[in-house]
């Protein structure tokens, strides 16, 4: 393939150098863009690096007071002077990589480029090399300026974790949406993983809903179901004692170990055939003691009152845990009908425990957990017990890769997740964020992020995002593929929304006066 | 530092004095300018008016060609090295506006070396690369009429080879001056056979021509005619020794509005005995030159012309043209056309350095190309 000549390296006080250099563009037209690969043989080999500036310069326009003198009286200094003869591009390139002949891996480069070499657009077999894009692997857009599609290998985005981080409106969910397509597209033969969805809002239940006809939409309704959170049931005989003070939340030393043991008590009743358990039974073995304080007894039992008051605990668990993940599909627990907080973080917290322990065991197949809002169940700096989910996702984002129980987390306030969290999630998919305190936080917990990236991530228009980390081999800027699923209808617009109301609203005002 | 002061205090006070005496000089005659005619035909003053006013031409449909020259020198050793080049731009205008623009030989042409390999001295040195650049440019002109017949051709400085290029018979760059002399001379005739309009705008005249005209006759001339005021030659009767201390430029520049024209002027009084004119043969009477003012604070150019005959209609077209092109920035009256032929003329030291270089490269590193020593300190 017949590579473009973009223009020739040129000399000035700062290089070329290891680190930067410049080149003026070709005259013809050729246009170079800020964020482009370009290649360039040098001395040490292959030279691939990312054009991090363009500048334009034009002696006719160098003095203020000469252009203003002369457009004075109403002539544009074109009509006076050929400008456009004196217009000249020069590119601003970081030098990433050389590739040696002979080694297998890409060095840094140590040694400049010289002034008058050419420069060209990177050929996108060579990109693709450099990048460590996977033909095979999760195909979730294409890089900008290049004809080239950004496709992650499975196992190396997946099984350190990554973080979708954007602010509200961004693109995050709909991003999420294509990984989700992707993983549900793939067949036994590449290998596939059971999808365990978090989804605090209730925007992702759009997978289990068939797509109407005549829509040129996926359906993936047969590979998608919801788990209604109001549903959700947690039996009370598969948690511990340590769980349950965990859930309860605030209980002093003697109080953990009072309730333990009765709680052991219990279990060893079920053991023996008793039947099962729920928390009032706890209540009723509590009130039962003859050894616990009654300022004890009146404490616990008015915590696990209000425990079970949450309506989330029963005799069994409902539905089973070791259902929820199937090979090549998503379970997608559906927290949007749950007010509470406590009652979401409680839930979310058992089934991801089990899920764990479950992983571990080998009862489940690999799983990628997606939690979105995950500022919500794995903040910085709360305490553990408005944060119950946080432990568990800790220990997954730690020691999941050993167990291929990966994690995704998605969030719109970096800032406010928790650090041991983010600094293990390896590979970050970063869309736009203006927050100057995400930013911050975003530059100090990802690798390879300099102040020019981070200037291009606070204007990054919708769609489109930075992938830096262990998926890929230099941080790429993606513009995410168009989804084949259909949107979830919470993504209407706010006038579409209030247009929608006023006509339900005046519908049932007509119906009840035709009624009358 | 008080010394320092009091001596352009000095100096300050000179300076106005004689600043006063011109304003009230140049006062005077702009007052009564629109009334001063030359009824009898003059050998030195081609026209009737002392002033004439200048619209500026409508650029609907004319192309100006100009040419522009750059040299850069430097001395060795066993050598003297001269790099220079000369580019022709052509602008073509329509409806007003500049619509294209092409260059010759090239929009960068390449520099063209020029040495001088025998001990030289120092003002044949000089005079040695004026001549040579003037070739470049000279001939640049006359290729570029021949190629884009251009309906006017600005040159950079005057028509005629400046007075200080002439060498004496027995230098060793006389006979280079002689083929200068006939490259003119194939420029004029390229030009006259194009029905080309040739003229030279000299930005920063010395001239003192008109200037003592306006001594030996114009202001003798009005103070004689008893036909204006009494307050008009007192004027003039007081302030006329300044003549003796101005130069054209800065005396025209008092008299002159925005978009006038002083009159055509022989450029000798004797091109016959002029040291350069009369190398020029059957042209040097044809060499005329006038002053024009195109913008309000900058001063007036003068411009030489190759007149073929119709005076007045001549200078008028060269002035508008020139007016035309000059008048967009208010401090600096120059044709942009001269602008941008300058600019793709220019030539620096970085220049000559890779001259040098890639000479010595052939050559190797040899004496003649020792650089001197004063410019070659060590530290």
Same mark, same amino acid.
């Given at each position: 393939m017949l590579k473009l000549d973009l223009g020739t390296v040129i000399s000035s006080v700062e290089g070329p150098s290891p680190t930067n250099f410049s080149f003026v563009v070709k005259e013809n037209g050729t246009s170079v863009k800020r964020g482009q690969f370009v290649e360039l043989d040098t001395a040490e080999g292959l030279l691939i690096g990312r054009v991090s500036d363009v500048r334009k310069a034009n002696r006719y326009f160098e003095r203020e007071e000469s252009v203003r003198e002369y457009e004075k009286k109403g002539s544009s200094m074109e009509s006076i002077f050929p400008v456009d003869k004196w217009e000249f591009t020069v590119g601003v390139v970081k030098p990433l990589g050389v590739y040696v002949e002979g080694k297998k891996m890409m060095l840094k480069p140590s040694f400049p480029p010289s002034p008058g070499s050419k420069v060209r657009l990177a050929s996108d077999d060579f990109l693709k090399q450099f990048l460590g894009i996977d033909n095979e692997g999760l195909y979730l857009g294409s890089i900008e300026h290049h004809d080239v599609d950004v496709k992650l290998n499975l196992t190396n985005l997946l099984q350190k974790h990554f973080a979708i981080l954007a602010m509200s409106g961004a693109g995050k969910s709909y991003l999420t949406s294509v990984v989700i397509e992707e993983l549900l597209d793939r067949n036994k033969e590449q290998g596939r993983v059971g999808i365990v969805m978090i989804d605090v809002h209730g925007e992702y239940t759009n997978f289990a809903e068939p797509v109407k006809a005549g829509s040129d939409k996926k359906d993936y309704s047969k590979l998608c179901k919801v788990l209604n959170g109001s549903n959700i049931k947690i039996g009370v005989p598969n948690l511990s004692g340590g769980q349950i003070c965990r859930l309860i939340g605030g209980l002093s030393s003697v109080q953990t170990r009072d309730l333990k043991n009765k709680i052991r008590q219990i279990q060893k009743k079920f053991r023996k055939g008793g039947g099962t358990y729920n928390l009032i039974d706890i209540v009723k073995e509590v009130e039962r003691s003859d050894k616990m304080k009654s300022s004890t007894k009146d404490a616990l039992k008015n915590w696990i009152f209000s425990l079970n008051a949450t309506g989330v605990f029963s005799d069994v668990d409902y539905p089973s845990v070791k259902t929820i993940v199937k090979p090549g599909k998503m379970s997608i627990i559906d927290l =949007? =009908? @749950? @007010?509470s907080n406590k009652k979401k973080q409680i839930i979310t917290s058992y089934i991801v425990n089990e899920l764990f322990k479950m992983r571990r065991n080998g009862d489940i197949p690999p799983f990628l957990l997606i939690v979105e809002e995950a500022h919500q169940f794995v903040p910085e700096g709360v305490s553990s017990d408005y944060a119950l989910a946080r432990s568990i996702i800790e220990t997954i984002a730690r020691e999941g890769r050993k167990f291929h129980a990966s994690l995704c987390l998605i969030s719109q306030r970096p800032k406010r997740l928790s650090t041991t969290v983010l600094s293990q999630c390896n590979t970050h998919v970063i869309m736009r964020i203006t927050n100057p305190y995400d930013l911050d936080h975003i530059k100090a917990s990802s690798e390879g992020i300099t102040s020019d990236t981070l200037d291009a991530i606070s204007s990054l228009p919708v769609g489109e995002g930075l992938i830096v980390g262990e998926a890929v081999n230099y941080p790429v800027f993606v513009k995410i593929r168009e989804r084949n699923s259909q949107s979830s209808a919470k993504s209407k617009g706010l006038e579409d929304a209030a247009i929608e109301f006023e006509s339900k609203n005046d519908k049932k005002n007509e119906d009840a006066e035709s009624f009358m | 530092m008080q010394t320092l002061d009091s001596s352009l205090d000095k100096l300050a006070s000179s300076i106005n004095q004689l600043e006063k005496k011109r304003t009230i000089l140049g006062d005077s005659i702009s007052e009564i300018k629109d009334k001063l005619h030359f009824p009898f035909k003059d050998s030195d003053i081609l026209e009737e008016n002392f002033v004439s006013e200048i619209e500026p031409h409508s650029l609907k449909k004319i192309r100006v060609s100009a040419v522009d020259g750059g040299v850069v020198q430097s001395r060795y050793h066993g050598a003297s090295l001269v790099v220079g080049r000369a580019a022709a731009v052509v602008f073509d205008f329509k409806g007003g506006e500049l619509v294209e623009t092409e260059y010759y030989p090239d929009s960068f042409p390449s520099p063209t070396p020029i040495s001088f390999l025998n001990p030289i001295s120092s003002r044949e040195f000089l005079a040695g690369t004026s001549i040579e650049r003037s070739k470049l440019e000279i001939s640049t002109a006359f290729k570029a009429i021949e190629k884009y017949k251009p309906d006017v051709m600005l040159l950079d400085g005057s028509i005629i080879p400046h007075g200080m290029t002439r060498p004496e018979k027995s230098s060793e760059v006389y006979e280079s001056y002689k083929e200068l002399i006939e490259m003119y001379i194939k420029l004029y005739d390229t030009a006259r056979k194009n029905n080309t309009l040739l003229a030279g705008v000299v930005e920063d005249s010395s001239g003192l021509r008109l200037t003592h005209l306006l001594k030996e006759k114009v202001v003798p001339g009005i103070i004689e005619s008893n036909e204006f005021s009494k307050k008009i030659n007192t004027a003039l009767e007081s302030s006329k020794d300044i003549l003796d201390k101005t130069n054209d430029s800065n005396t025209m520049y008092h008299i002159l509005d925005t978009g006038e024209r002083s009159c055509v002027f022989t450029f000798s009084k004797d091109p016959k005995k002029h040291r350069i004119l009369h190398d020029l043969d059957d042209w040097a009477e044809s060499v005329n030159s006038f002053y024009l003012k195109s913008v309000e604070f900058d001063r007036p150019v003068r411009i030489d012309f190759l007149n073929r005959g119709r005076t007045k209609e001549t200078a008028d077209k060269i002035a508008s043209v020139v007016y035309a092109l000059s008048r967009h920035n208010e401090t600096y009256g120059c044709p942009s056309i001269l602008i941008e032929a300058d600019a793709r003329a220019k030539l620096s030291e970085k220049d000559m350095d890779i001259v040098y270089q890639r000479l010595k490269d052939k050559v190797g590193d040899v004496p003649s190309l020792f650089k001197l020593r004063r410019e070659f300190r060590p530290f």
């Open positions: =949007s =009908s @749950i @007010i | -």
